[in-house]
């Protein structure tokens, strides 16, 4: 069953936008070669707030994908680079990428914060400013 991942990762400091840019590249060269991605989007949003949607042919691509390569180098750095980070995962019937309205929706409703070590006001209350 195809396996749907959205992430939002809002940077917290200028500083960080060159290394952050470097992994996204690095990454994005992972995933368009790795084992099971089926489509994926990134989507900058306002504020140094950036969207990944991707969708996979199941959970288990999508779990061997970001604990390798890449994607697993960035993950610790993203702790500190975030003061809001969170993400949603579900099962859909159809291998279609989802929309971004259909992203946020789900992420309002079903996402939970990720890890980061300076976490903004509104991080573990999930309080997201709309997409622009």
């Known amino acids: 069953m195809p396996f749907v991942s959205v992430t939002r990762l809002r940077i917290r400091a200028l500083r960080f936008l060159p290394a952050f840019f470097v992994q996204t590249m690095r990454t994005r060269s992972q995933v368009a070669a790795a084992p099971g991605f089926l489509d994926g989007g990134l989507l900058p ?13 199941s959970a288990e691509s999508m779990r061997s994908y970001i604990t390798t390569g890449a994607h697993r180098i960035a993950m610790p750095k993203l702790m500190e680079w975030c003061d809001e980070a969170s993400v949603a995962h579900w099962d859909q019937g159809a291998a279609i990428l989802p929309g971004w309205a259909d992203a946020e929706a789900r992420m309002r409703s079903e996402g939970r914060p990720s890890k980061v070590r300076h976490p903004s006001p509104d991080h573990a209350a999930m309080t997201l400013r709309r997409r622009a």
Request: glycine share 0%; proline share 0%; hydrophobic share 45%.
């Open 45 to 57: 949003d306002r504020q140094w707030t950036f969207w990944t949607l991707t969708l996979w042919d």
